[in-house]
């Protein structure tokens, strides 16, 4: 069939809404751009540069693309925090764009894409991720972009879309690996409910085939390393105990949607897809995923990337067929406006001054305290440093039990020789055997066997009175090393 006669025999899709959904992806942008600089780097976004002054084809924790990306963006400013979260930005405000797209697709209008634009842009979860330059950022957006060129396939038959399909797996792979359990769920899906023609199509393979090929380097580099992102899956999955587990995963991951409306709208799309002959098949692999992640300790944000799919299927269907009396009322601007004043109000981003969170209890899961006083605690560890004995401090390094306060020094403090045995920054690289003295961050528990003296010499302090995974943490010298650091190295590297 030519080009020409496709398009005759396509069934035909409404207009995109232009106006509206530009305006509703700008004021996404507009509002992750004001509030990127107001804290500091996340302890992540300071790894991931180190990591990129690391240059591999793989890393223990994660594929190369973020570390190189976030080089990229503190080389061309170096120490611009906002310069360096434009990536994570302009994902989100393409997310927005391409759920409307979604439900462009599935025969929305103008209400429909709006409506589907709009609860990704009040989305906790994708808020919170569009503020940080993070895996858990780009990988969402990535997946809506995959189910947009699905969708469009069934309704076009066009091959090109299931080549492009590929493409944007070969880069999600560059990301992170877990768009293979989407294929892998996809696939069954398709051949329980179809489209099996699907899997017929050269296309479909051949794009696959170049996402295989993209990944053989990081491949290669996973196998000469003994396959840590094996011990790094084993690691999350243990984490995930503090998330609540498994009973946790589905109540966590849905809760990020957005209370009400995003809630309400992913249910109704669910099950508006289920019932969908034709995309049954996707609404499967929402279900297939969450399952898959869930039984596999996978952490509740994994499944945001299929949330836009169906928060796009249920406007479509609102626009099509008025909701029963008890629910309408949910996709209506109020309930937008409150669901955006919650996110104000809970501090979803950064919209206190640091100072709201001086004096507070720990809370896990904070991640906005985890981006206040890196520079404050890494200048801790380089006063720690100075005040040793010039004839201690000439041969000595820095040892992190963290890979943050790694990174931290690394960054802030970059004069100082510093190491860690914490996930990928353990593979950067071991102390040389000459060194002598450690100044050591972390407990003295954490401190491997094999030195004869352990002295507290201070404390990370961010000063600002904030609680948060670094504030306090113990900074030791260690004397009298007994041991190779290979041998001290190979017990104390975990992930």
Request: net charge neutral; hydrophobic share 55%; proline share 7%.
């Amino acid at each position: 069939m030519t080009t020409v006669e496709r398009a005759a025999t396509e069934p035909a899709v409404p207009a995109l809404a232009r106006g509206p959904v530009f305006a509703v992806a700008a004021a996404v942008g507009v509002l992750l751009t004001v509030v990127s600089g107001r804290y500091g780097y996340f302890g992540d976004e300071l790894y991931f540069i180190a990591a990129g002054h690391h240059p591999a084809w793989g890393y223990a924790d994660q594929p190369p693309a973020l570390p190189l990306v976030a080089l990229l963006m503190d080389t061309i400013a170096p120490g611009v925090l906002p310069v360096l979260r434009i990536p994570a930005t302009l994902a989100i405000v393409a997310a927005v764009v391409v759920a409307a797209l979604i439900a462009r697709e599935l025969g929305g209008g103008r209400r429909a894409q709006v409506i589907a634009a709009a609860t990704v842009a009040v989305s906790p979860s994708f808020l919170a991720t569009g503020h940080l330059l993070a895996t858990s950022t780009l990988d969402p957006a990535l997946w809506t972009l995959l189910t947009w060129l699905l969708v469009r396939w069934v309704r076009t038959r066009a091959d090109g879309l299931l080549l492009a399909a590929g493409l944007v797996t070969a880069v999600a792979l560059q990301v992170k690996f877990l768009v293979v359990g989407f294929w892998v769920v996809a696939i069954v899906a398709i051949l329980v409910f179809g489209p099996r023609e699907m899997l017929r199509r050269p296309a479909l393979w051949l794009g696959g085939g170049f996402a295989v090929l993209a990944t053989i380097p990081t491949l290669v580099w996973q196998a000469q390393n003994g396959w840590p992102q094996i011990g790094m899956s084993q690691a999350v999955a243990a984490e995930s105990v503090y998330a609540g587990g498994m009973l946790g995963f589905l109540p966590l991951g849905v809760l990020g949607t957005g209370l009400l409306v995003g809630t309400v709208l992913a249910a109704h799309g669910l099950g508006r897809l289920l019932r969908m002959p034709q995309y049954r098949f996707l609404g499967a692999t929402a279900v297939g995923i969450a399952l898959l992640f869930m039984v596999t300790g996978g952490r509740p944000y994994y499944i945001i990337g299929v949330f836009p799919l169906l928060w796009a299927a249920s406007a479509a269907g609102i626009e099509q067929r008025r909701p029963a009396v008890w629910w309408r009322w949910v996709p209506t601007w109020p309930t937008y406006v409150v669901t955006a004043a919650f996110i104000a109000v809970a501090n979803i981003l950064p919209f206190t001054p640091v100072s709201a969170h001086a004096d507070q209890p720990l809370q896990i899961g904070n991640f906005q305290r985890d981006e206040i006083g890196w520079p404050a605690m890494a200048a801790d560890v380089a006063a720690a440093y100075a005040d040793l004995p010039p004839d201690v401090a000439r041969n000595a390094v820095v040892v992190t039990g963290d890979y943050w306060s790694y990174s931290a020094v690394q960054y802030f403090e970059p004069q100082l020789p510093s190491y860690s045995f914490a996930r990928g920054a353990a593979w950067f690289g071991v102390p040389p055997e000459d060194s002598d003295a450690v100044i050591f961050v972390g407990d003295e528990s954490e401190v491997p066997a094999g030195f004869g003296s352990v002295t507290r010499v201070g404390a990370l302090d961010n000063d600002e009175r904030v609680n948060n995974l670094a504030q306090g943490r113990p900074i030791l010298l260690l004397q009298d090393r007994q041991r190779p650091w290979s041998e001290l190295w190979a017990q104390a590297r975990h992930l």
